[in-house]
């Protein structure tokens, strides 16, 4: 049989971050995690974590047992993520580095913003560092996928993720992005700009994930897609499916019906050689190709993503809705159900253009400090690219890369003051985690954390400031996240047009912010921004939190929906025991 298959696997946790300690940019971070112990079932036995980043981690040891008896599967793990398992599980790290160094290690952006909502510059330093992170497993690959977190792409990213390699990539997509032109180009090797792209089956993918079909219906499903034509023609063609390594997890049986699946491939000839493979074999001519094959240009729709609200789609294509608030397509605010009750997704509105406005507001301080500090020009991105190698320390030591003060701040021209500025940037990038937007409702500990950490990153710009002209600028930005209440007025969200007519009231609104814990009366965010403040803000800085009832500044925050099969010890909310 000509059919190959493929499935790549996508790792990522955004930590449990409540509070950054204080550092001189020097060193990687130091924080403190959410306490609130969970357990999950994996093959009938339990896993407990100390949170659910934890019990995540935890299990990545189970998943690396069983992977590594495969072949033809392509992993990415989030810089971040990488990073946590190294800290907290060594061996599961290990197994796991040996494991992409097997398969086809596949390069993706740290932190895991949507990474064409962030301006050109952030872009740009992301790619670079994320090519430079996966230096040691991907050495001698002339072929590397890339993913983009929760596969938002635009041709601009693209391109911009292009320049910051010579390698030739592979986008790996869903189906629903891709905009195909010729009836051949599917499943077979398709040109993206100067990359090539392949589109996940999204009904097989989320019928695995979501365990709507067993193990014959997998195995049936993904035989379905034969192609006769290049079957007679002896053309080999790729069935691709894609999942997040947590679908593994998703019930004790998860793991061995991925294997039975896999096998079921197998019994009925069907080899398993990753994307990249498959395109590195169409272009080497180890596989045949179709005539004018791997010169198919295809457009890939932007903004499209494969993990978006599909039942608000207008064209059959996703979008990037479920993280801007508002159908894409006609601007329009909608609700979605939390729990039996429908929300108005409008606070993604406002989160979603707050964080941009901080986002623009440390990169204007951080470009200003290190101008003053005599870093300009082109040694500023280089700067802030390198300081990733302190930032993920651990990571670059461990496979012995330069991650040295000297080397970092050679750009700089060794002025330690930028060690502070490039700390303070890196906070930001980390607070633009995608994962807040995804889920529906607002009081989750993803949001807490994102918070938290840009909290963080403003307070420390304004004591580097502080007397300043600039202070003023993160004084007013940090208030901005103290009064995200207000947001509704002060931009007046409820002249946006809505789907249903009521999404964009202030009643709607200040539901959709109400708190998920007992214990505040305070939003998230303002519950997260409070939360730092009380500990950091001191002297002047102190009046900013006066007003606040610093008793409601706590880490507790409502539960995720999506984790609900977890066994949570406290089960009402996501609790942090102090």
């Known amino acids: 049989m000509q059919m190959k298959y493929a499935h790549h696997f996508h790792a990522y946790q955004p930590g449990d971050i409540v509070y950054i300690k ?45 992977l590594s008896r495969m072949n033809g599967v392509s992993i990415d793990v989030e810089p971040f993520t990488f990073l946590m398992l190294l800290s907290y599980h060594r061996k599961a790290f290990e197994d796991a580095v040996e494991l992409m160094r097997v398969f086809d290690a596949v390069p993706t952006v740290p932190f895991h913003p949507i990474l064409p909502h962030l301006d050109e510059f952030e872009q740009r330093i992301l790619s670079r560092v994320s090519f430079d992170f996966y230096t040691p497993l991907t050495e001698g690959k002339g072929v590397l996928g890339y993913w983009l977190p929760e596969a938002v792409i635009t041709r601009v990213s693209a391109s911009i993720i292009e320049s910051s390699t010579d390698r030739k990539l592979v986008f790996l997509l869903d189906e629903r992005q891709l905009l195909y032109d010729l009836p051949q180009a599917k499943h077979s090797c398709n040109r993206y700009g100067s990359s090539f792209v392949f589109g996940r089956e999204w009904h097989i993918s989320d019928a695995f994930a979501f365990n709507t079909l067993d193990v014959p219906g997998l195995v049936s499903a993904t035989l379905g897609y034969r192609d006769d034509y290049k079957e007679n023609l ?60 791997c010169s198919f240009e295809i457009g890939v729709k932007d903004y499209s ?30 609700a979605r159900e939390v729990n039996g009750r429908k929300v108005s997704q409008l606070w993604k509105v406002a989160f979603t253009r707050l964080f941009t406005e901080l986002n623009r507001a440390v990169r204007f301080g951080v470009l200003k400090g290190l101008g003053d500090l005599g870093v300009d020009g082109s040694k500023v991105e280089e700067f802030l690219v390198r300081y990733a190698r302190i930032f993920f320390g651990n990571y670059y030591h461990y496979f012995g890369m330069d991650n040295s003060l000297d080397y970092v701040l050679e750009p700089a021209e060794g002025e330690r003051n930028a060690l502070k500025l490039g700390r303070a940037y890196y906070l930001m990038l980390l607070a633009n985690h995608s994962c807040p937007r995804f889920w529906e409702n607002l009081d989750t500990r993803v949001a807490f954390g994102n918070v938290s950490v840009m909290a963080k990153a403003l307070i420390e710009l304004m004591k580097y400031f502080e007397g300043g002209e600039l202070q003023n600028l993160f004084t007013e930005a940090y208030l901005r996240l103290l009064n995200f209440e207000h947001l509704h007025h002060l931009w007046n969200l409820s002249a946006m047009p809505s789907l249903e007519g009521w999404e964009t009231t202030e009643r709607a609104w200040e539901e959709a912010l109400k708190p998920g814990v007992p214990n505040s009366g305070y939003n998230v965010v303002t519950r997260a921004a409070l939360y730092v403040g009380k500990r950091d803000l001191k002297g002047e800085l102190g009046d900013l939190i006066e007003p606040y009832n610093l008793e409601w500044a706590v880490a507790d925050t409502g539960h995720i929906p999506g984790e609900a099969h977890g066994h949570w010890e406290r089960r009402e909310w996501c609790e942090h025991r102090e």
């Open 234 to 293: 002896g053309v080999p063609y790729l069935v691709f499916t894609a999942s997040d390594l947590e679908s593994l997890l998703g019930n004790p049986a998860q793991l061995d019906r991925f294997t039975a699946w896999m096998k079921g491939l197998e019994d009925n000839g069907v080899e398993r050689v990753s994307a990249m493979e498959f395109v590195a074999k169409k272009l080497s001519g180890g596989f045949k190709r179709l005539e004018g094959e």
């Open 305 to 334: 993503s494969w993990s978006d609200y599909f039942d608000l789609s207008t064209d059959g294509k996703t979008s990037d809705s479920r993280w801007l608030g508002y159908r894409r397509a006609d601007g329009r605010v909608f």
């Open 22 to 66: 204080d550092g001189d940019g020097s060193k990687p971070l130091d924080y403190e995690e959410r306490k609130s112990p969970v357990a999950i079932k994996i093959r009938g036995e339990e896993v407990k974590g100390e949170n659910w980043t934890r019990a995540m981690l935890y299990s990545y040891e189970h998943i690396s047992e069983v």
